[in-house]
C-alpha cells in the first residue's frame, strides 16, 4: 500500500495509468472532495479512485451523468447503469489512480451503512432470482401490438375516407401506439431486453426514430441524468423547469428573492395550457431537434426523418398536407397528455430540491412513488407504475417489478423508508395538488419576506 495521495496528485491520467499490480496511492474523502470541479472530477466506485476529468467527455451516457457523481461513491450507480460489469471496469482501468484509505468508509458522509449493505444483498438476490434477464415473448408481442396499431390507424382512414370520425378515432389509435412506443424505447434505453447493449441501443433508434421521430441519444441523454440524481436542482432536467414552474425547494428561493416571472400561485391551472398539451409537439421537438443538430448525430436525424417521410406519405393521400399536419398535431398532443401525466404522477408529488448525497436507495425512493397494479395500469403506464422498482433496478425488465416489489417493500419496512403506493386518479390529481403548493409556499415567502 502507498502512501497516503496528496490532492490533485498521484497517477492517474496526467501522469500516466497506475501500472498493473503496482500498489494504490490511497486518499481520504476530505482529499477526493476537492475533485468535483468543472475539468476536475473524481469518484469512488467499489473503493477504488477513478480520475474521470477527461474521459467524461468520452463517457457514453454523456459527460453530465458520470459528473454529478463527483467526488461520490457512486458504486451503486455504477452497477445500477451497467449490465456487463465485467466489461466496463476495462474502460475504468485506465483511470485509477488510487483507493480508499483503509479506515476511511465506504460512503462519505451519514450514511446508513447497513441500509447500503441490505441493498447490495437484495439486488444479488434479484440476480439470483433471475429478475434481470427479459422474457423476448413478451417484449415481441409489444412491438406487435405497436405496429398492428399503426397498420390499424392508416386502415381506417383507408377504408371508411378522412371523415371526422374515422381520423379521430385513428388519432386515437395512433397517439396510443406513439405512447406505448415511449414505453418500448424506454426499455431498450435501459439496455432491459437484449443482452448485448448495442442490441438494444439499435432497436431503441429504431422505435425512437423510425416509430417516433425522436433521437435515442437526446433522450438517453435527458433520462440517465434523471435516474442518477431524480429530483435534484441542475442535476435533473425534469425538475429543473424555472422559471415556468416552480417545484419543491425552489418555491421558497424565488419567493424570498422577489422574483415573479409568472403568477405561480396560479401554476396548478395554467399547466392545463402549457404542460400536458405541448410538451411533446413544442418542446421536445425543439430541444430534439437543436439535440441532434448541435451534437451531429447524424444516424439519429436520419432516422427521425423516416419517420416523417412514412407519416406524410402515408396520409397525404387522403388529406393533402394541411390536413396530415393537422392530424400530427392531434397525435403528438394527445401522446403529450399522456407522456405528462404518466411520467409525472410518480415525481411530482414527492421531494424536490437540492442535492442531498444520500445514498442510492434513500435517493431514489425519496423521489419516487408506486401506482396500484393492475392489468391496465401496468399497460396504460408503461408499468412506469412500479416506478420505485425500476428507479433501483432501472436495468430490470419491467415484466420482473412485480415479483421483485415484495423484496422492495420488506428492505423498506426494515429501515424505516416509506414505500409509498397511490391509487391511479389520486396519484393524477396529486400532480396539480402539488403544484399548486409549490405556488402557495411561493407566494407566502414573497409576500412576508
Known amino acids: 500500500?502507498?502512501?497516503?495521495?496528496?490532492?490533485g496528485r498521484g497517477p492517474g491520467p496526467r501522469e500516466g495509468p497506475v501500472q498493473l499490480g503496482a500498489?494504490?496511492?490511497?486518499?481520504?474523502?476530505?482529499q477526493i472532495r476537492a475533485h468535483d470541479l468543472p475539468g476536475d472530477k473524481w469518484l469512488v466506485i467499489e473503493r477504488r479512485v477513478y480520475d474521470i476529468s477527461r474521459w467524461a467527455q468520452r463517457h457514453p451516457g454523456g459527460s453530465r451523468l458520470i459528473g454529478h457523481h463527483g467526488a461520490e461513491d457512486a458504486t451503486d450507480a455504477f452497477r445500477a447503469f451497467h449490465q456487463d460489469l465485467n466489461f466496463v471496469r476495462k474502460f475504468l482501468q485506465p483511470l485509477l489512480i488510487g483507493e480508499l484509505a483503509p479506515e476511511e468508509p465506504s460512503q462519505d458522509g451519514p450514511q446508513n451503512v447497513q441500509l447500503i449493505e441490505d441493498f447490495r444483498a437484495l439486488r444479488r438476490a434479484a440476480e439470483d432470482m433471475k429478475l434481470f434477464e427479459a422474457d423476448p415473448t413478451f417484449f415481441a408481442l409489444l412491438l406487435g401490438h405497436i405496429l398492428a396499431m399503426e397498420v390499424l390507424?392508416?386502415?381506417?382512414?383507408?377504408?371508411?375516407?378522412?371523415?371526422?370520425?374515422?381520423?379521430?378515432?385513428?388519432?386515437?389509435?395512433?397517439?396510443?401506439?406513439?405512447?406505448?412506443?415511449?414505453?418500448?424505447q424506454h426499455d431498450l434505453g435501459h439496455a432491459s431486453i437484449f443482452r448485448k447493449s448495442r442490441w438494444n441501443h439499435v432497436a431503441?433508434?429504431?422505435?425512437?426514430?423510425?416509430?417516433?421521430?425522436f433521437s435515442a441519444h437526446w433522450w438517453n441523454f435527458r433520462h440517465f441524468q434523471h435516474h442518477a440524481k431524480p429530483n435534484i436542482f441542475h442535476k435533473d432536467p425534469d425538475v429543473t423547469v424555472a422559471p415556468v414552474f416552480l417545484l419543491g425547494e425552489s418555491s421558497v428561493e424565488y419567493g424570498k428573492k422577489k422574483r415573479r416571472y409568472l403568477p405561480y400561485n396560479h401554476q396548478h391551472l395554467y399547466f392545463f395550457l402549457i404542460g400536458p398539451p405541448l410538451l411533446t409537439l413544442v418542446n421536445f421537438e425543439v430541444e430534439n431537434l437543436a439535440y441532434m443538430l448541435v451534437c451531429l448525430q447524424w444516424t439519429d436525424l436520419l432516422w427521425a426523418a423516416s419517420f416523417y417521410s412514412r407519416f406524410f406519405l402515408s396520409y397525404v393521400p387522403f388529406y393533402g398536407v394541411p390536413g396530415a399536419l393537422l392530424l400530427f398535431v392531434a397525435v403528438r398532443v394527445l401522446e403529450s397528455h399522456w407522456f405528462v401525466w404518466i411520467t409525472q404522477m410518480n415525481h411530482i408529488p414527492k421531494e424536490i430540491g437540492h442535492e442531498k448525497h444520500r445514498d442510492w436507495a434513500s435517493s431514489q425512493l425519496a423521489a419516487t412513488c408506486n401506482v396500484e397494479p393492475s392489468f391496465f395500469n401496468d399497460w396504460f403506464s408503461g408499468h412506469l407504475n412500479f416506478q420505485i422498482e425500476h428507479h433501483l433496478f432501472p436495468t430490470m425488465p419491467r415484466h420482473n417489478y412485480r415479483r421483485v416489489a415484495p423484496l422492495v417493500k420488506a428492505l423498506c419496512a426494515k429501515h424505516g423508508l416509506h414505500y409509498e403506493v397511490k391509487p391511479f386518479l389520486t396519484a393524477l390529481v396529486d400532480i396539480v395538488g402539488s403544484l399548486k403548493k409549490s405556488g402557495d409556499v411561493w407566494l407566502d415567502a414573497y409576500l412576508h419576506q
Not at 371508411?160 to 401506439?177: H, N, R
Not at 433508434?205 to 417516433?212: A, D, I, R, S, T
Request: proline content about 9%.
Open 204 to 213: 431503441q433508434q429504431f422505435v425512437m426514430g423510425q416509430l417516433k421521430g
Open 153 to 184: 390507424a392508416w386502415l381506417i382512414i383507408y377504408l371508411l375516407g378522412p371523415g371526422w370520425v374515422p381520423s379521430t378515432l385513428a388519432a386515437l389509435i395512433l397517439a396510443i401506439s406513439q405512447a406505448q412506443c415511449w414505453c418500448l
Open 23 to 30: 500498489p494504490l496511492p490511497i486518499y481520504r474523502w476530505e
Open 1 to 7: 500500500m502507498g502512501g497516503v495521495g496528496e490532492p
